[in-house]
T-cell receptor, first 113, second 112 residues
Framework: KAGVTQTPRYLIKTRGQQVTLSCSPISGHRSVSWYQQTPGQGLQFLFEYFSETQRNKGNFPGRFSGRQFSNSRSEMNVSTLELGDSALYLC????????????FGQGTRLTVV | QKEVEQNSGPLSVPEGAIASLNCTYSDRGSQSFFWYRQYSGKSPELIMFIYSNGDKEDGRFTAQLNKASQYVSLLIRDSQPSDSATYLCAVHASGGSYIPTFGRGTSLIVHP
C-alpha cells in the first residue's frame, strides 16, 4: 500500500513569490491535513480537508490556503512568501480526520530567501 | 490558547533502562492523546494513542493518561539506541473537532 506522497521534497523560493505544495493521500483516505514545522514553533496545524471541503482551520494568516480535489489529492498554496515561512510542511492523510489512523508524508522543505 | 507542554530535554538514558516522557495539556475537555516519534529530518511516526484514563501497553511502549491531572506520559522499556529521537505529544481539541495541538517534543538520547 503506497504511503502519503508529498511533492516536491525541497523548494527554494524568493521572498514575495508564491508556492504550491502537493499531497497525495493513501488510497481510500478522504481526510488530508496540513502542518507547518519550525524549530521555533514546533508542529502547528494549518488546515484539514475532508471530501473536498475545508473542515478545520488553524491560526494562520490568509496567505496560507488549500484545496482538495475529488480524488482526495490536496494542494497547499502560500502567497507573498516571507522569510518566516521557511519550514517543513507536512501533510497527513486519514480515513476520518485529525490524527486518528493518520499517516504523515515525508514533507516538503521550503526555504525562503 | 490550547497548550501542550513537554520538557525539551535532552533526556539521556542508558541502553536497557526505562525512559519516561511526560506531557501536560491545558484543554480539560481533550479526549484523544497521541505519541509520535520523529527522527531528525524525517516525518512523525505514530507510536500509540490513548483515549481512556489508565495505561495502554504496546510492546515496549506504555502510554499513561490521567485526565484529572491533565497529564499523559510515555514509558519506553528496555530502551535501545534506535529509540533516540524526538517524541511529540499531541492532543485533539475538545468538542469533537479534529484540530490537533502538538507539544514541542522531548529529545531522547539512549546511550550504549
Amino acid at each position: 500500500k503506497a504511503g502519503v506522497t508529498q511533492t516536491p521534497r525541497y523548494l527554494i523560493k524568493t521572498r514575495g513569490q508564491q508556492v504550491t505544495l502537493s499531497c497525495s493521500p493513501i488510497s481510500g483516505h478522504r481526510s488530508v491535513s496540513w502542518y507547518q514545522q519550525t524549530p521555533g514553533q514546533g508542529l502547528q496545524f494549518l488546515f484539514e480537508y475532508f471530501s473536498e471541503t475545508q473542515r478545520n482551520k488553524g491560526n494562520f494568516p490568509g496567505r496560507f490556503s488549500g484545496r482538495q480535489f475529488s480524488n482526495s489529492r490536496s494542494e497547499m498554496n502560500v502567497s507573498t512568501l516571507e522569510l518566516g515561512d521557511s519550514a517543513l510542511y507536512l501533510c497527513a492523510s486519514g480515513p476520518s480526520g485529525g490524527l486518528t489512523e493518520a499517516f504523515f508524508g515525508q514533507g516538503t522543505r521550503l526555504t525562503v530567501v | 490558547q490550547k497548550e501542550v507542554e513537554q520538557n525539551s530535554g535532552p533526556l539521556s538514558v542508558p541502553e536497557g533502562a526505562i525512559a519516561s516522557l511526560n506531557c501536560t495539556y491545558s484543554d480539560r475537555g481533550s479526549q484523544s492523546f497521541f505519541w509520535y516519534r520523529q527522527y531528525s529530518g524525517k516525518s512523525p511516526e505514530l507510536i500509540m494513542f490513548i483515549y481512556s484514563n489508565g495505561d495502554k501497553e504496546d510492546g515496549r511502549f506504555t502510554a499513561q493518561l490521567n485526565k484529572a491531572s491533565q497529564y499523559v506520559s510515555l514509558l519506553i522499556r528496555d530502551s535501545q539506541p534506535s529509540d533516540s529521537a524526538t517524541y511529540l505529544c499531541a492532543v485533539h481539541a475538545s468538542g469533537g473537532s479534529y484540530i490537533p495541538t502538538f507539544g514541542r517534543g522531548t529529545s531522547l538520547i539512549v546511550h550504549p
